[in-house]
């Protein structure tokens, strides 16, 4: 079992700047390609930006590039993203997620919700105008 703990949300004004973290916990992660999905109010979980296993190939949504930057330190058991240049609709409940290497089978959609087996509880993060 895995477990994921994000941190580092909060309230912004838009132009800013915020550097999410989520620290694993239960086992080590290095196996493990990892993602981060955000909710916005009233819609549908989405895919924000994913990393693999090594972290040297990184994927982002259209809305978030040139933005954000996803990152991962396996000795620390964490992955962070680093967000800037921060918009209103970049607001939404941020939650971090593990793809388990037990169930990796060397090809996968790394934007998908289903790909992944272990979730944090998610961190809010608003964006004043």
């Known amino acids: 079992q895995v477990q994921l703990v994000e941190s580092g949300g909060g309230l912004v004004q838009a132009g800013g700047s915020l550097r999410l973290s989520c620290r694993a916990s239960?086992?080590?992660?290095?196996?493990?390609?990892m993602g981060w999905f955000r909710q916005p109010p009233g819609m549908e979980r989405e895919v924000v930006a994913a990393?693999?296993?090594?972290?040297?190939?990184?994927n982002y949504a259209d809305s978030v590039k040139g933005r954000f930057t996803i990152s991962r330190d396996n000795a620390k058991n964490a992955v962070y993203l680093e967000m800037r240049s921060l918009k209103p609709e970049d607001t939404a409940v941020y939650y971090c997620?593990?793809?388990?290497?037990?169930?990796?089978?060397?090809?996968?959609?790394?934007?998908?919700?289903?790909?992944?087996?272990?979730w944090g509880q998610g961190t809010q993060v608003t964006v004043s105008s």
């Open positions: 239960g086992r080590t992660v290095f196996r493990d390609p």
């Open positions: 997620a593990d793809k388990a290497y037990e169930f990796y089978s060397g090809t996968y959609d790394d934007s998908q919700i289903t790909e992944y087996d272990y």
């Open positions: 990393i693999t296993r090594r972290g040297d190939t990184t």
